[in-house]
């Protein structure tokens, strides 16, 4: 992968100066390659990981399986966008394997997030069967450890 | 009892290691940001964990030949044929120690008779002087210089050479000051060592960190191998270093006094970690592309922060280190090192605990994560602003 895209993939906070000394490049330099790479939609925003549990967060998350009929002409790509337009709905994504799609739902309490797929998701046109597995805890996310930070028990001068 | 009388002279006038006191001071203190880590922040990979996970559930752990296992000594004579050139059997020429240190002394105890001059390149790693001492050699420093980047040039090792020297220890990539050879500045020392009966020593332990171009061996040159020991390993490339396994490789007929010592005195290298680093040869090259990239990253960050804040640095090529100057401060590196980690408590290495020559310099190291080095970065430029008369 492009070297930008990996250090604002670790961290997005990162200065245009800080990324220039990383990459070996001038700060007008990375300056310029982040526009580009936002303006063709590369880049499609930035976001924190958070550690919900200390941010006294009440939000519920759950992984939904979807099973659907594909349409004719379309495919898997209509019923996808329409999903897609709810705000509970994090990510949605197409799958191999044993369903079709794969949804991150949010909500306030997990009698909301059952409410909105029973109520609107099994009820739509084409969707064959779900499943709802509530996230209980996270680990890790984007390659970063949630609860705590790896401890560094290497020596702390070695020659 | 009388101690002093019932240990050996050689030991007691072995000089104890100089980062010792800092070691101690920064154990005292509990916010230390350190940079002074000689290994590599990354975990094993863990094909390889999974490997030694494995050879515990199934096998026998039992003592390998002398040697090491066969297949690990044929893979390492692939993988030096394919990183550079040079051909090794691997029955007769390469033998797995415990670690590049083992394979440093065995090859050091092999070659050297009491009163040989061992050539040392300096500023390097602190085991070659206290291991020829003990071989009863006497190690003869040669010091690079910064504006040479701390290359070996032909002069200076011309200059140190005598009829009593046996052995010229090159270590690069080098530790502490990440200083490589290239093939070009190679060509140089070969002519002047080819005339001679002197060995190399070639520890080639941070061969894998290299940056921006791939790693020469004196051993790749014309009439070099012959002459040459060859000491490499895993614990830098493979981020391996508990694992404790390394290998040296020579021509068939110093292997096979060196295969004697390490017979006697180690038996044979730890077996679950020979199976580990089977693994780590045949598929880990991706995982050392993704670590040497990450590093790349760091080693660009620290030149120039620190040649901004007034230590100046040369960008080098090799190892995880860099080795800035703090001359701007007017502080001995001792002094230096001190001062930083009782005022802003960031520990680093001073330059001299690699040899005098490195007296005026202070070793970092990056393997560490960017957000740690970035707020040490902080803390240091905290610091010169203080005592260095840097200004934003």
Not at chain 1, 47 to 74: F, G, H, M
Request: with cysteine; charged share 25%; aromatic share 8%.
């Amino acid at each position: 992968m492009n070297e930008l895209l990996h250090l604002l993939k670790t961290n997005a906070r990162l200065t245009n100066a800080q990324l220039a000394d990383m990459l070996g490049k001038t700060e007008q330099q990375v300056a310029d390659e982040i526009h580009t790479l936002e303006t063709k939609g590369i880049i499609r925003g930035y976001t924190a990981i958070i550690n919900e549990e200390l941010a006294k967060s009440t939000e519920v998350e759950a992984l939904i399986e979807l099973r659907v009929t594909p349409k004719r002409d379309c495919g898997f790509d209509e019923i996808a966008k329409t999903i897609m337009m709810y705000d509970e709905v994090e990510t949605v994504s197409l799958m191999s394997g044993m369903y079709d799609l794969a949804l991150t739902v949010k909500g306030e309490s997990l009698k909301e997030v059952a409410m909105f797929v029973s109520q609107r998701l099994s009820a739509m046109e084409g969707v064959l069967a779900t499943a709802t597995h509530f996230v209980l805890k996270r680990y890790k996310e984007k390659g970063i450890l949630i609860e705590e930070e790896e401890k560094d028990e290497r020596n702390m001068l070695f020659p | 009892m009388n101690y002093e009388n019932i240990l050996s002279s050689c030991v007691q006038n072995m000089k104890p290691s100089g980062i010792r006191r800092f070691f101690d001071l920064a154990a005292t203190m509990d916010d230390v940001i350190s940079l002074g880590v000689g290994e590599p922040d990354f975990s094993t990979p863990w094909s390889i964990r999974k490997e030694a996970i494995d050879v515990l559930e199934k096998k026998k752990i039992v003592y390998t030949a002398n040697a090491g296992l066969a297949q690990l000594r044929e893979e390492v004579a692939a993988y030096l044929e394919k990183k550079i050139h040079v051909k090794y059997n691997p029955e007769h020429e390469i033998v797995i120690t415990v670690g590049g240190s083992e394979a440093i002394d065995i090859a050091v105890r092999g070659v050297v008779n009491p009163g040989d001059e061992v050539l040392i390149v300096e500023p390097s790693f602190v085991c070659y002087a206290p291991i020829v001492q003990m071989a009863g050699g006497i190690p003869v420093p040669i010091a690079t210089k910064q504006q040479n980047h701390f290359k070996l040039t032909a002069q200076e090792l011309r200059e140190k050479i005598t009829e009593k020297t046996k052995l010229l220890v090159l270590p690069f990539p080098n530790n502490p000051t990440g200083a490589i050879m290239t093939h070009e500045d190679l060509v140089q020392i070969a002519e002047v060592l080819r005339d001679t009966n002197i060995m190399v020593l070639s520890d080639e332990i941070y061969s894998e960190m290299t940056y921006g171009r791939k790693h020469c061996s004196i051993a790749e040159l014309e009439g070099m191998q012959e002459r040459t020991i060859l000491v490499n390993g895993f614990s830098k490339a493979f981020a391996m270093t508990g694992w404790r396994l390394g290998y040296l490789c020579a021509p068939e007929p110093v292997a096979k006094q060196l295969v004697k010592i390490h017979q006697y005195i180690i038996m044979s290298s730890p077996t679950v970690s020979q199976y580990a680093a089977i693994t780590a040869l045949k598929e880990c090259e991706h995982d050392v592309e993704r670590m040497v990239k990450e590093y790349n990253i760091r080693r660009r960050y620290l030149v120039e922060a620190f040649n901004r804040i007034g230590m100046t640095c040369f960008s080098p090529e090799g190892a995880f280190y860099v080795f800035p100057s703090i001359q701007c401060t007017g502080m001995s590196s001792e002094d230096f090192c001190e001062k930083l980690l009782e005022e802003e408590r960031v520990a680093v290495v001073p330059g001299n605990a690699f040899g005098e020559s490195g007296e005026g310099f202070v070793r970092v190291s990056y393997a560490y994560s960017l957000r740690h080095l970035m707020e040490a970065v902080s803390r240091i430029t905290r610091f010169l602003e203080k005592h260095g008369g840097y200004h934003e």
